[in-house]
Every structure is written in C-alpha cells, then in structure tokens.
C-alpha cells in the first residue's frame, strides 16, 4: 500500500506538471501581468509597478489549486533597462511550489515606434510534498518515516519581447536547468519514476490594441504555453474598454482540440493609478460536472513616470 502510494505522488509530481504547464503558476487574466509571463517585460513601461493576483482553481473540488502572486517591475531612470522581481505560491493538496525570481532586461529601439527587449530571470523555487493525510490512510502500516519533504532548485527563463504603442508579441523559456523534481525518490528507489526532469516551457504570448472611437478601445490578446512532447494549451480573450476606466472582455482556454474553460472578466482603473481585475472561468472540460468554476482577483498599483520617453508602451 505504502508503496503504491509512493507512486502515484512520484507520477503526478513528474507528469501533471509537465503536461498542463503548472510550474509557472496559471492566471486568466494574464495580458494585466505578462512580466510574469516573460522577464523582458520589466523595463518597457516608463514607471514602476506592482502586480499580484489570487487564483482559485476548480472550486468545489477538494484540495484545488490556489495560487498567489506578487511582483513588482520598472525601468531604469536614465539607461534602456529594466530591472523587478516577483515571488508565488502555489498550492495542490498535499503537493506546493514556492518561488522567487529576479529579472534584468534591456531595450532597444528598431526604428520608429517599434522596440525590442531581452530578459533574464534568476531564482530559486521550492517544492514540497506533505504526505500526513496519507499517513492517515496508511492502515495497517506504520506509515511514512517523514510527512513532509522539501527540495530546493535554482531555475532560469530568458525572453524576448517585441512592442509598440498598440501591438506586442514575446517568446520566453522557462525551465532553463532542466531540474530533477524526483522529490521522493531517495525513499524507496525500486518503485519510484527515475530522472524527472522537468522540460523548458515556452510562453508565446501577443496583442494588439485598436481604437474604435473616443470611449471604447478593443484589445485582443492571446497566450500559447507548450512543453515538448506535449500539446498545446491556448488562451484567445479579448476585452472592451470604455474612456480607459472600465473594461469587460471574454476569453476561451483550449489544450490541442479539448477545450478548457470559457473565462468572463471585468476591471476598473481608478485614477490611471489603481487597476482592479476579477474573471471567472467556466469548466467545459471532463472535471466541468465536479468544478464549480475558477475565481481570480488582480490588483495593480502604477507610479508616477521615472523615465520620460517618445515611446511609451500604452497598451495598458
């Protein structure tokens, strides 16, 4: 039994991690923290910013996703760099993953409006396994030595991230160490998965933002996350905002030819200073008759312009 045990949290830490991109903590409301997404984000804005988001996952299942996150990003004053940081927390049963990461980016303009960035994040990330609900299943035996196992891993993601006024495109690498997240595998050798190595991930996200008239402003976006040897899992939202205060938008999550969720989402901006976000993502997927959807909630806090530039990026 023990064993058997074993090997299932040995396999959904090596797999399910892999297959649905869930190192990299997953926000509905992504194109309102794309720094996270992708470290040459950080100094493309003409001010400092903080960002943090709460995400519930799948409610009405029992030990659910929940994630949180807090970063805050901005440019240098004088030179075309930006430097930032941001840590998360992100929580599955019995199974967690903590981090935090530094960036530096640089940029540089291409001609016209047109810039381009280049990113590098550096952190360290840990993860744990609490097995006390297993040994409390565990009868008949003694149950594990440990409840609780940790491992710490240095982790690395480079970008590239191309912006305008009214359109962005980025591609990131995430995973760069290839770190072998066998957690458990120096308790019983002979029945755990070998070499889980985790695999880079690849972020390639874009939007463009088009004026319809002097109150409302259409912003398309899309994020496509993949792992090799694995399918894609894809993000199309799109929002309407009215005289750059309030906004409303829909978004629709597919993995390859299997659809996710159908995401609503609204927000407010007070003062061009405070951003306020929430979205609820509707479950279409096989676990549509257990979940009861997901919730998430996104505050922004912008400061005062550092750096007083011709081209600023004014997609938000």
């Not at 299942?61 to 941001?86: E, N, R, W």
């Not at 970008?159 to 760069?176: E, K, M, R």
């Not at 008239?213 to 894809?234: A, C, G, H, Q």
Request: charged content about 20%; aromatic content about 16%; overall charge neutral.
């Amino acid at each position: 039994m023990k064993r058997i045990i074993l090997t299932l949290f040995a396999g959904a830490l090596l797999i399910a991690p892999s297959a649905n991109a869930q190192l990299l903590p997953q926000f509905s409301q992504y194109m309102f923290n794309d720094y996270m997404l992708n470290p040459a984000v950080g100094g493309t804005n003409d001010y400092w910013q903080i960002k943090t988001n709460y995400r519930y996952q799948f409610a009405g299942i029992k030990d659910a996703p929940q994630t949180f996150m807090l970063g805050g990003y901005g440019p240098h004053k004088v030179m075309p760099m930006g430097y930032g940081g941001y840590i998360f927390n992100d929580v599955t049963g019995p199974i967690g993953n903590m981090g935090a990461y530094g960036s530096y980016s640089y940029n540089l303009r291409i001609t016209g409006d047109i810039r381009i960035s280049a990113g590098l994040f550096l952190g360290i990330v840990q993860q744990k396994v609490d097995l006390s609900d297993v040994n409390e299943l565990n009868e008949g035996e003694n149950g594990f030595e440990n409840t609780v196992y940790k491992k710490m891993y240095p982790d690395a993601s480079l970008g590239v991230y191309l912006y305008t006024s009214q359109y962005y495109a980025g591609i990131a690498f995430h995973h760069l160490f290839f770190n072998n997240l066998s957690l458990l595998d120096k308790y019983d050798d002979d029945y755990l998965v070998k070499d889980g190595r985790v695999k880079p991930h690849f972020y390639i996200q874009g939007g463009y933002k088009y004026n319809i008239d002097r109150n409302f402003d259409l912003e398309p976006s899309i994020l496509i996350k993949t792992v090799p040897n694995y399918d894609f899992m894809t993000d199309i939202n799109c929002r309407v905002i009215y005289q750059k205060m309030v906004w409303g938008g829909l978004g629709f999550r597919y993995n390859f030819k299997n659809p996710e969720a159908v995401i609503a989402f609204v927000g407010y901006n007070y003062n061009d200073m405070i951003n306020i976000g929430y979205s609820y993502d509707v479950t279409i997927s096989k676990l549509s008759n257990a979940s009861n959807g997901s919730h998430e909630i996104m505050l922004g806090v912008k400061f005062e312009d550092i750096r007083k530039s011709k081209s600023k990026r004014k997609i938000r």
